[in-house]
């Protein structure tokens, strides 16, 4: 099989004025786009709160989800899946994390500058 940094490699080599930068999650949390850790501590908080267990105050979501369903670490791409079953399903539910809300366009916010550097 071949590793995937080739693979990245060959692509960007292939494709005039197409760059990769291979940055840390720090970059992106400077940013304001949060980490994969922020959100999979955010769905956390929502499961909670759909149980009706999370009220706010004092609550520590890796504590509780290890309590409720028995594990050492929450795992991102589990939880993920177990939340969104299909890909559909999960682009949808992360949409939020990245996409700009109308508020945030109104603002000139850093996901909408990422946005249009995007296109």
Partial sequence: MIEPILSLAFSVHSSPGVYALLLGSGVSKAAQIPTGWDIMIDLIRKLATLKREDDGSEFDPV??????YSVDE???PKLLYEIAKTPSDRRQLLKSYFEPTA????EGGIKFLHKLTMQ
């Fill in 74 to 76: 929450p795992d991102y």
């Fill in 103 to 106: 508020q945030e366009i109104e």
């Fill in 63 to 68: 504590d509780w989800y290890q309590k409720n």
